[in-house]
């Protein structure tokens, strides 16, 4: 069952890398990102984030990343790193990709409150590009980022600041920071109240929906078109429920997805769901709501925006990583849990075994699929399938 | 009393092959730590044996299925270490957030180490004085959380003496490291690493008067000529086998440099005096330190290890990349691109925490002892 919203995502997609475009030609700053940075403070000084992750995902979901990794791999990468460094650093060697020729930065921006990778990721795009590089440091936290922390985040939220005006020539406004941000505080509501609607019984969204629909929350965050969208999608999902059009109608098992999806075969979901297995819940997507870190506040964006960054999903230790588990297991009414071992994910991944351990002793089930989420090569979804059905057999609604 | 040069090498080869001996003599209480950013001094200063962990060469009995496949092998090498109750005889554990790997294990031993102490550091990568400031917040907590757990106390004279035992230690390791690349100190390669990776493993005070004793009395073995091995730089993260260094003996490769987190990148960078106080002075001297590739300022090391191979003369550098080392693996390409445009020839080997065919890697070696011997 297809949401009309994707129509609209499409355009939203093509907007963006023709935007990318438009400022390449014209001239105007283009910023490499990772995830974990603000987007809001670049839509505020006007300079794009190009979210290479994006573009990784992209080159996934077209079954296309295994192509450009063999440019990395042939220049000396490891098949064993991740798959979003290998197929987008190969895409950029190659001067190739599905929008062409990636246009050149400005600068890159990097951040390491998701993984170490990024680290090294961004030292071969910066030796590739030549280009001044910024890192924005994020230590790890148990819960959140609070006192010294949360300090240490603002102070390195403002250097950034500072290094984008000096290397782009955009003067930094507060006071178009709050516009933004409070388009941004409006989509990141919205997401949630769309993932809560999942609560439903059935629920009226598959797993594969908010994986696809993902794309503004990362890369649009703080613009009229994320907005727009957003409300198109929340709109839409309630009248699935208003009108009893669900796409698993009889829903025999709720489980949640823990960790990215296997970009390059979404359509797993599809074939669960025909199986009366539906994935009514995520932890990927939920970071991207409000549900977890709440509003940004307006009164100091950049110390709200400092907060979001040092309290990333993937920068908080396994207690909260297991308390948001918990959480959602609780609302979402869900009765198992599938944890990806995404081989190109190490810092989401390697403390599943722990925490599914921990679940099934709070009488969850849980078992643990391995894959990667942009590399198809070895890749066994019969094994997927079986494995995720045997979590099933433990017991029907 | 030993005063006999070739007797300390005897000690220190004897120690490197059986720790747990020696450690069984240590009469202080013993933490834990994995990594060369975790700083030995606050543990010290508590009167505490600070121990950096090192892979074992056993095979893993439980570690792997606490994690998965995919960790790198020293991680779980340490998962299992510690999940076996082979490390029960640590007071506990003190982890940063070193690699992607390493935080999951830190995650899983914090609940799974019962009542034991664990410590995680949140670690900056980068060297700012905001970044100082924020370490130095985190290591005053560090040493309170010891001074709570284990009812003492650190005082800053307590501090200030493990900070000049440590600083003592390195330069000793230092004019060591300087001697072997200058070519007045011949050793074997493992001979070598038995030494330099006690520094990490023995009492400081101890180790360093020995390593001091052994260079003065230093006289080259008659019965080794050295002087017509192929010299050799070693690089990488992790290599902790004794084997790796023996194979390189054989085909007459000698490390005279070495790019390894507990190698020359443990020691250089003495911590010096700070008005701001004892915590800022440490957290300055660990920030500044050469780097690990996890750090992201891969320049600065390849800087450092480049002046090492000019001023050693070494002939090429073999990367030793553990695998599944996102951040080795990746940046392998650059360090390999300006290795070669200083025309240093360079090898990758990849293995796990212990070599698992010493047939391959002697091949290997050999092909490129041939290789860069013919430069000489």
Same mark, same amino acid.
């Given at each position: 069952?297809?949401?009309?919203?994707?129509?609209?995502?499409?355009?939203?997609?093509?907007?963006?890398?023709?935007?990318?475009?438009?400022?390449?030609?014209?001239?105007?700053?283009?910023?490499?990102?990772?995830?974990?940075?603000?987007?809001?403070?670049?839509?505020?000084?006007?300079?794009?984030?190009?979210?290479?992750?994006?573009?990784?995902?992209?080159?996934?979901?077209?079954?296309?990343?295994?192509?450009?990794?063999?440019?990395?791999?042939?220049?000396?990468?490891?098949?064993?790193?991740?798959?979003?460094?290998?197929?987008?650093?190969?895409?950029?060697?190659?001067?190739?990709?599905?929008?062409?020729?990636?246009?050149?930065?400005?600068?890159?921006?990097?951040?390491?409150?998701?993984?170490?990778?990024?680290?090294?990721?961004?030292?071969?795009?910066?030796?590739?590009?030549?280009?001044?590089?910024?890192?924005?440091?994020?230590?790890?936290?148990?819960?959140?980022?609070?006192?010294?922390?949360?300090?240490?985040?603002?102070?390195?939220? #403002?250097?950034?600041? /500072? &290094? !984008?005006?000096?290397?782009?020539?955009?003067?930094? %406004? *507060?006071?178009?920071?709050? @516009?933004?941000?409070?388009?941004?505080?409006?989509?990141?509501?919205?997401?949630?109240?769309?993932?809560?609607?999942?609560?439903?019984?059935?629920?009226?969204?598959?797993?594969?929906?908010?994986?696809?629909?993902?794309?503004?929350?990362?890369?649009?965050?703080?613009?009229?078109?994320?907005?727009?969208?957003?409300?198109?999608?929340?709109?839409?999902?309630?009248?699935?429920?208003?009108?009893?059009?669900?796409?698993?109608? #009889?829903?025999?098992? /709720? &489980? !949640?997805?823990?960790?990215?999806?296997?970009?390059? %075969? *979404?359509?797993?979901?599809? @074939?669960?769901?025909?199986?009366?297995?539906?994935?009514?819940?995520?932890?990927?997507?939920?970071?991207?709501?409000?549900?977890?870190?709440?509003?940004?506040?307006?009164?100091?964006?950049?110390?709200?925006?400092?907060?979001?960054?040092?309290?990333?999903?993937?920068?908080?230790?396994?207690?909260?990583?297991?308390?948001?588990?918990?959480?959602?297991?609780?609302?979402?009414?869900?009765?198992?849990?599938?944890?990806?071992?995404?081989?190109?994910?190490?810092?989401?991944?390697?403390?599943?075994?722990?925490?599914? %351990?921990?679940?099934?002793?709070?009488?969850?089930?849980?078992?643990?699929?391995?894959?990667?989420?942009?590399?198809?090569?070895?890749?066994?979804?019969?094994?997927?399938?079986?494995?995720?059905?045997?979590?099933?057999?433990?017991?029907?609604? | 009393?030993?005063?006999?040069?070739?007797?300390?090498?005897?000690?220190?080869?004897?120690?490197?092959?059986?720790?747990?001996?020696?450690?069984?003599?240590?009469?202080?209480?013993?933490?834990?730590?994995?990594?060369?950013?975790?700083?030995?001094?606050?543990?010290?200063?508590?009167?505490?044996?600070?121990?950096?962990?090192?892979?074992?060469?056993?095979?893993?009995?439980?570690?792997?299925?606490?994690?998965?496949?995919?960790?790198?092998?020293?991680?779980?090498?340490?998962?299992?270490?510690?999940?076996?109750?082979?490390?029960?005889?640590?007071?506990?554990?003190?982890?940063?957030?070193?690699?992607?790997?390493?935080?999951?294990?830190?995650?899983?031993?914090?609940?799974?180490?019962?009542?034991?102490?664990?410590?995680?550091?949140?670690?900056?990568?980068?060297?700012?004085?905001?970044?100082?400031?924020?370490?130095?917040?985190?290591?005053?907590?560090?040493?309170?959380?010891?001074?709570?757990?284990?009812?003492?106390?650190?005082?800053?004279?307590?501090?200030?003496?493990?900070?000049?035992?440590?600083?003592?230690?390195?330069?000793?390791?230092?004019?060591?490291?300087?001697?072997?690349?200058?070519?007045?100190?011949?050793?074997?390669?493992?001979?070598?690493?038995?030494?330099?990776?006690?520094?990490?493993?023995?009492?400081?005070?101890?180790?360093?008067?020995?390593?001091?004793?052994?260079?003065?009395?230093?006289?080259?073995?008659?019965?080794?000529?050295?002087?017509?091995?192929?010299?050799?730089?070693?690089?990488?993260?992790?290599?902790?086998?004794?084997?790796?260094?023996?194979?390189?003996?054989?085909?007459?490769?000698?490390?005279?440099?070495?790019?390894?987190?507990?190698?020359?990148?443990?020691?250089?960078?003495?911590?010096?005096?700070?008005?701001?106080?004892?915590?800022?002075?440490?957290?300055?001297?660990?920030?500044?330190?050469?780097?690990?590739?996890?750090?992201?300022?891969?320049?600065?090391?390849?800087?450092?290890?480049?002046?090492?191979?000019?001023?050693?003369?070494?002939?090429?550098?073999?990367?030793?990349?553990?695998?599944?080392?996102?951040?080795?693996?990746?940046?392998?390409?650059?360090?390999?691109?300006?290795?070669?445009?200083?025309?240093?020839?360079?090898?990758?080997?990849?293995?796990?925490?212990?070599?698992?065919?010493?047939?391959?890697?002697?091949?290997?070696?050999?092909?490129?002892?041939?290789?860069?011997?013919?430069?000489?």
């Amino acid at each position: 069952m297809r949401l009309e919203a994707t129509g609209n995502l499409k355009k939203l997609i093509s907007g963006y890398y023709s935007d990318l475009k438009k400022y390449a030609d014209s001239g105007k700053p283009i910023a490499w990102v990772n995830v974990g940075i603000p987007c809001e403070i670049f839509y505020a000084m006007d300079i794009f984030p190009f979210y290479v992750e994006n573009y990784g995902a992209m080159l996934g979901a077209r079954k296309e990343a295994v192509k450009y990794s063999k440019f990395a791999e042939t220049d000396g990468v490891s098949k064993h790193t991740c798959s979003y460094l290998r197929s987008t650093y190969g895409s950029l060697l190659s001067k190739e990709g599905p929008i062409g020729k990636l246009p050149e930065p400005t600068i890159l921006v990097e951040t390491s409150n998701s993984c170490v990778t990024v680290l090294s990721w961004w030292r071969l795009i910066e030796k590739a590009t030549n280009v001044p590089c910024f890192l924005f440091d994020s230590p790890m936290v148990e819960y959140e980022s609070s006192g010294n922390h949360l300090a240490y985040q603002v102070s390195e939220t #403002k250097r950034m600041i /500072r &290094f !984008l005006e000096e290397k782009t020539g955009k003067r930094f %406004d *507060l006071n178009r920071l709050k @516009e933004v941000v409070k388009i941004s505080n409006e989509g990141k509501r919205l997401w949630r109240e769309t993932m809560e609607l999942r609560t439903n019984h059935p629920s009226p969204l598959t797993g594969a929906d908010l994986f696809t629909h993902m794309f503004p929350m990362v890369a649009l965050r703080g613009t009229e078109q994320y907005l727009e969208h957003l409300r198109m999608l929340y709109k839409e999902t309630k009248e699935r429920i208003k009108r009893k059009e669900f796409p698993v109608a #009889k829903e025999k098992h /709720r &489980f !949640l997805w823990d960790n990215l999806p296997i970009w390059h %075969d *979404l359509r797993l979901f599809e @074939e669960l769901a025909k199986k009366g297995i539906n994935f009514v819940t995520d932890t990927y997507t939920q970071a991207w709501g409000d549900k977890f870190m709440g509003e940004v506040s307006l009164d100091d964006p950049i110390k709200g925006l400092a907060y979001y960054t040092g309290g990333g999903f993937l920068n908080v230790h396994i207690k909260k990583r297991l308390a948001v588990l918990l959480d959602i297991i609780k609302l979402y009414d869900v009765d198992g849990v599938v944890f990806h071992a995404d081989r190109s994910c190490k810092s989401y991944s390697l403390i599943q075994v722990q925490l599914a %351990d921990q679940l099934r002793q709070n009488g969850i089930p849980s078992i643990i699929i391995e894959a990667d989420h942009n590399d198809t090569r070895d890749y066994n979804r019969d094994s997927i399938i079986a494995r995720i059905e045997t979590l099933s057999e433990m017991g029907e609604r | 009393m030993i005063d006999n040069c070739s007797a300390i090498l005897d000690e220190f080869r004897t120690i490197r092959k059986t720790p747990e001996t020696y450690l069984k003599n240590i009469d202080k209480p013993i933490i834990g730590y994995f990594e060369t950013y975790v700083p030995e001094e606050i543990i010290a200063a508590a009167n505490m044996h600070p121990l950096r962990i090192s892979p074992d060469n056993a095979p893993i009995t439980i570690g792997n299925s606490k994690i998965e496949s995919f960790a790198c092998p020293v991680s779980i090498n340490f998962l299992d270490q510690l999940l076996s109750g082979k490390l029960s005889f640590l007071q506990g554990v003190i982890f940063s957030r070193y690699c992607d790997s390493m935080r999951g294990v830190a995650d899983i031993w914090q609940e799974n180490r019962g009542k034991s102490f664990y410590h995680f550091i949140p670690y900056p990568t980068i060297a700012t004085s905001e970044s100082i400031n924020f370490l130095s917040d985190e290591l005053e907590k560090l040493a309170e959380h010891i001074s709570d757990y284990f009812n003492t106390k650190i005082s800053e004279e307590a501090i200030t003496e493990a900070i000049r035992i440590s600083n003592k230690k390195r330069l000793a390791v230092l004019k060591f490291y300087d001697l072997v690349k200058k070519g007045e100190l011949l050793i074997s390669s493992s001979d070598f690493f038995a030494i330099v990776s006690l520094a990490t493993i023995m009492d400081s005070i101890e180790y360093t008067e020995k390593l001091e004793r052994f260079i003065d009395q230093y006289e080259p073995v008659s019965n080794q000529n050295f002087g017509s091995n192929i010299k050799v730089a070693v690089s990488g993260i992790m290599l902790e086998s004794m084997q790796f260094f023996e194979t390189m003996d054989k085909v007459g490769l000698r490390m005279t440099v070495d790019d390894l987190m507990f190698g020359s990148r443990a020691f250089k960078g003495l911590i010096s005096k700070e008005k701001a106080g004892l915590y800022q002075a440490i957290a300055k001297r660990y920030l500044n330190k050469v780097p690990c590739s996890v750090k992201g300022n891969l320049d600065l090391r390849i800087d450092e290890l480049v002046n090492d191979c000019r001023e050693s003369g070494t002939k090429g550098v073999i990367f030793y990349i553990v695998t599944f080392c996102d951040s080795e693996e990746a940046e392998y390409p650059i360090l390999k691109k300006r290795l070669l445009e200083k025309k240093i020839p360079v090898i990758a080997i990849e293995g796990g925490y212990r070599i698992s065919s010493t047939g391959q890697l002697l091949t290997r070696l050999e092909a490129f002892a041939e290789q860069i011997g013919e430069r000489l």
